[in-house]
């Protein structure tokens, strides 16, 4: 099965700043990357799919990138909002399996 | 509108199997492709991905935890059923229904979650 790992495990950053989260796969995932993020007590909400496809509705400071086995999350000017946990999930294609990193708690510094 | 909404036990005591229900709407589950997922979230801890069943009835499970669950669909319901057996307090944790209807693997609905505590 594939695993997921994240970092930082948190971090702490200011309003406008550009927070970056990285996810890797220990194994070639291609394009099969999906971010979430999750608000204390709510359901996660889908962000990127596909590594790089930003949802409907999610604002534009949010950014995906990457292949392979490695990939970023970027926001640009951070706002208030936007202090959550965000989860980086894989997609073997070739093994119907699921699996979430670690997490990423953003909060403000 | 998609909604998905978990129902459930208020408690569960070690050694008791864990009947779940995912209750939807707003889209049908005999659509080619879809797919419902169940997600699990211990408190303060990370999300783990339990397993998935498919529109014709293909179903997987995580690989460490297969052995005690099972995922079922009852479409007339418009509902897929989640078994936990041999509940442990580890188990404790917000239960979450999620659907899958992209060749991404992404989840784009989720249920609001359900909180099952594991005690004596």
């Known amino acids: 099965d594939i695993q997921m790992t994240q970092s930082p495990s948190s971090l702490s950053a200011s309003i406008g700043d550009t927070v970056t989260i990285t996810c890797q796969a220990n194994q070639d995932i291609t394009y099969y990357l999906n971010w979430y993020q999750q608000k204390p007590g709510k359901a996660p909400n889908l962000l990127i799919s596909?590594?790089?496809n930003l949802e409907p509705g999610v604002p534009s400071r949010f950014s995906g990138s990457g292949s392979g086995t490695d990939f970023t999350l970027t926001i640009s000017s951070l706002q208030p909002e936007d202090i959550a946990t965000y989860y980086c999930q894989g997609y073997d294609n070739r093994a119907p399996i699921r699996t979430f990193g670690p997490g990423t708690k953003v909060d403000l510094k | 509108q998609v909604t998905l909404r978990e129902s459930g036990p208020a408690l569960v005591k070690p050694t008791q199997t864990l009947t779940l229900t995912c209750t939807f709407s707003g889209f049908s589950f005999n659509t080619i492709g879809m797919c419902i997922n169940w997600i699990r979230q211990p408190p303060g801890k990370a999300l783990e991905w339990l397993g998935h069943i498919y529109w014709d009835d293909d179903k997987f499970y995580n690989t460490s935890l297969k052995t005690r669950l099972t995922i079922s669909k009852d479409t007339t319901k418009n509902q897929v059923v989640l078994t936990m057996t041999d509940m442990d307090p580890v188990d404790t944790a917000t239960y979450y229904c999620?659907?899958?209807?992209?060749?991404?693997?992404?989840?784009?609905?989720w249920g609001q979650g359900i909180l099952v505590p594991v005690s004596a």
């Open positions: 596909d590594a790089s």
């Open positions: 999620a659907r899958e209807y992209s060749t991404s693997g992404a989840f784009d609905y």
